[in-house]
């Protein structure tokens, strides 16, 4: 059974910085593509981030590009995301999801396995 956890969310300043941690268990983790997902109140789940099981694609969302970095490191069955110049907007709860194969998807449907979120939010 597939296990994903994330950590890392909590309350932070606009422009402040905050670093997410997921870890996927049940198979060798670089077997997964790992997502980033967020979704605020009212709204649906909006693609964040994703990469490959070893790191030779990503896809960043256009709202975070630029301010948001994906990474992993598979000798300890990580994924990151670090978010930087966080503002108001980017306030919601974020979800690590994995899927098998390696292959990035910015596709809710297509992730099988996903955590139990995390809050962040961001004050102004």
């Known amino acids: 059974q597939v296990q994903v956890v994330e950590s890392g969310g909590g309350l932070v300043q606009a422009g402040g910085s905050l670093r997410l941690s997921c870890t996927a268990s049940?198979?060798?983790?670089?077997?997964?593509?790992m997502g980033w997902f967020r979704q605020a109140p009212g709204k649906e789940r909006e693609f964040v981030a994703a990469?490959?099981?070893?790191?030779?694609?990503?896809l960043v969302g256009d709202s975070v590009k630029g301010r948001f970095t994906v990474s992993r490191d598979n000798a300890k069955n990580t994924v990151y995301l670090q978010m930087n110049s966080l503002q108001p907007g980017d306030t919601a709860v974020y979800f690590c999801?994995?899927?098998?194969?390696?292959?990035?998807?910015?596709?809710?449907?297509?992730?099988?396995?996903w955590g139990q979120g995390t809050q962040v939010t961001v004050s102004s």
């Open positions: 049940g198979r060798t983790f670089s077997s997964y593509a």
């Open positions: 990469i490959s099981g070893r790191s030779t694609g990503t």
């Open positions: 999801a994995a899927r098998l194969l390696g292959l990035v998807s910015i596709r809710v449907r297509e992730y099988p396995y």
